[in-house]
């Protein structure tokens, strides 16, 4: 009994401090495959409200939420504020939230105050509403031993790139202001 709640309060804690946790969809392990892919831990924001770590996502703007579906089960990793590393992981159980339910309400009051760069400012919770999922991720059993290694994996692919040719002239300018000096 008292090591569940020593677990409840280390989850809670460190899950309520850490700005950023670590999602995995279907309590699958890190490197199990699904149809090929890798079962891959995505970083997502979120706040801790009434017991649980609630998010948004799946829409236009927002973060894209891993393979959690209503009902399911989940993998949270929470990491250090300010060294960056493991906590603690835990299992959760995903419970989504219907629009306009008590539950929503509270969840997304709390969501807004937390959300950044929101390109819509107070209509958020309209927009939520129609064209995202509020989940909660319920603490559900004790706490997860971590696996060995480091569980590094190999980026999420994305049609972003950050990696261009450099344009032929700057060299030329570059050279033009150590000149000067």
């Given amino acids: 009994m008292t090591e569940e709640l020593l677990d409840q ?3 809670e804690e460190a899950t309520k401090k850490s700005g950023l946790i670590w999602v995995r969809g279907g309590g699958a392990p890190a490197l199990q495959t699904q149809g090929g892919n890798a079962a891959h831990s995505r970083a997502l924001w979120h706040v801790w409200h009434d017991g649980a770590a ?3 996502g799946d829409g236009p703007g927002e973060q894209p939420l891993p393979d959690l579906v209503d009902g399911g ?3 949270v990793t929470v990491r250090s504020k300010d060294k960056g590393g493991r906590l603690v992981s835990w299992s959760a159980k995903v419970v989504e939230l ?3 339910s008590p539950e929503w309400d509270a969840a997304v009051g709390e969501l807004k105050g937390k959300r950044l760069n929101a390109p ?3 209509a958020m ?6 064209e995202c999922r509020v989940l909660r991720l319920e603490p559900s059993g004790a706490t997860r031993e971590f696996p060995e290694g480091s569980l590094a994996a190999a980026p999420v692919p994305t049609p972003a790139i950050t990696r261009r040719p450099i344009p032929a002239a700057l060299p030329r300018l570059l050279m033009k202001k150590r000149k000067r000096r």
């Fill in 98 to 100: 219907a629009p306009g």
């Fill in 73 to 75: 089960t989940a993998v």
């Fill in 125 to 130: 919770p309209e927009r939520w509403a129609r």
């Fill in 54 to 56: 609630c998010l948004v």
């Fill in 120 to 122: 819509d400012g107070e």
């Fill in 9 to 11: 309060a280390l989850v």
